[in-house]
């Protein structure tokens, strides 16, 4: 007797990966087109409109003040809203930022411009990507972030071909032709970003789907139960909230810093061509991607807080040898271990906060914490900038960079995770008391 079976519904292919990559080429337009640009545009500002350093870094300064101001905001919108529709307005005030920045002659011209594009770069930018992909990971998080960030490498490595438009064409050409590129690019791009994977009747990290050898291979990391989630209240109310704000604040006042004025400190401060500074750049960006590579598994294997410990230590030895060691050798011993140091540590800061915090809240715990870190992106190209032009170079003000990132590993280490929420029970004692059970999160 032939039994018959019944067929099997093909199974939906996992969706987690199409927001990573989505993620990973809005991140490559930005950084291509804006952040790891905006050194080029230093120095053209500089030589045709005779503006100082330190009045262009307050500029850049507007951007990530709007972000950390607009983050707890920002996180609440993405809830209400989703992703896509956040990301795509973001997109459209992007290009009309890049436009109108195009055509500014006087500082206060300016610094509209760059409000108008912090606020598109803010919505469509890291907070909107990383609150799109957590859902989707859990497993594989820090990986699925590490490729995400690639994105901001592989538009790092534009950057020569970005100097070598605004030498031929100039720089307010090249800006009206980024506007236009933001919006065909980014806008198909945004689509990607889907809603969490329970939308699409999927689980994280593609539970439910077969999975490779390499897959099962790494280290089992159940998902949490969503009731242990903090809520943006009683994330506030941890140690670890607040020294990972800390920690996160001094890599990026190294960061920002270097992408503001490493085009300036190499031209103008060592000697080289502009075209060459801007190889600096992509060589920095090229090495992230390494990083990344390599990070991302190692943080879904190691202690996130050692490995992000580790990296400040490496950004604080790298500026020390940009500052003080002259030579070409030297920028690229810089670019190889600062890039490192980045990509290593870039995709652990959100992981970090997903592991300790939950997912239910992402958006809004981001969006505070943005808030704290921001203060180093504010901080430091202005300090870097006015220093160097008080004192005719950047040596100092890299040199205190450097120390402030080597004491900050400290924050990363004393972050541990925190308990789990503990909040009233509505079934009575019993309920209570396994409230009380529940299990903190571990990295």
């Not at 190889?279 to 991607?289: E, F, G, K």
């Not at 997912?359 to 943005?370: L, N, R, V, Y």
């Amino acid at each position: 007797m032939v039994r018959v079976t019944s067929p099997q519904p093909p199974r939906r292919r996992f969706l987690g990966w199409d927001t990573v990559v989505g993620g990973a080429g809005l991140q490559l337009v930005q950084s291509a087109l804006f952040f790891q640009s905006f050194g080029i545009y230093v120095v053209a500002w500089t030589e045709e409109l005779g503006w100082s350093r330190g009045g262009i870094s307050a500029g850049f300064a507007l951007v990530t003040l709007l972000s950390g101001l607009l983050g707890p905001f920002h996180g609440m919108l993405l809830e209400r809203f989703g992703v896509r529709r956040v990301i795509a307005f973001g997109l459209v005030a992007l290009a009309a930022g890049l436009t109108l920045l195009s055509g500014v002659t006087t500082l206060t011209t300016f610094y509209l411009a760059m409000l108008l594009a912090g606020l598109g770069l803010s919505a469509s930018g890291f907070l909107s990507i990383t609150t799109a992909i957590v859902p989707w990971f859990v497993r594989r998080r820090s990986t699925a972030l590490a490729l995400m960030s690639i994105g901001i490498s592989l538009g790092g490595l534009l950057v020569p071909l970005i100097a070598s438009v605004v030498v031929d064409i100039g720089w307010r050409p090249t800006l009206q032709l980024s506007a236009g590129i933001v919006l065909l690019a980014g806008l198909p791009l945004a689509v990607l970003m889907r809603r969490e994977p329970s939308a699409y009747g999927q689980q994280p990290d593609g539970d439910g789907h077969d999975r490779s050898e390499s897959e099962r291979a790494v280290a089992p990391r159940p998902a949490r139960d969503a009731r242990s989630d903090h809520t943006l209240a009683e994330a506030l109310r941890t140690r670890a909230f607040w020294l990972l704000g800390i920690g996160h604040a001094a890599a990026l006042l190294v960061v920002s810093a270097v992408t503001v004025h490493l085009v300036s400190h190499v031209s103008e401060g060592l000697g080289f061509s502009i075209q060459r500074a801007a190889t600096a750049v992509a060589l920095v960006t090229l090495t992230s991607a390494v990083g990344q590579v390599i990070g991302g598994p190692l943080g879904d294997r190691f202690d996130k807080r050692m490995l992000a410990g580790l990296a400040m230590i490496a950004h604080g030895g790298a500026l020390v040898v940009l500052a003080w060691v002259p030579g070409w050798s030297a920028v690229v011993t810089f670019a190889t271990l600062h890039g490192l140091a980045w990509g290593v540590r870039a995709p652990l800061m959100s992981s970090l906060r997903a592991d300790y915090f939950g997912a239910s809240h992402f958006g809004s715990i981001m969006g505070a914490s943005m808030m704290v870190f921001m203060v180093g992106q504010l901080i430091g190209p202005v300090l870097a900038g006015t220093l160097a032009d008080v004192l005719g170079d950047y040596r100092l003000g890299f040199t205190v960079l450097a120390v402030l990132a080597a004491l900050a590993s400290l924050s990363f280490w004393l972050a541990k995770p925190p308990p789990a929420p503990h909040r009233p029970a509505a079934g009575g004692p019993a309920a209570a008391g396994a409230a009380d059970t529940t299990t903190r999160v571990d990295t």
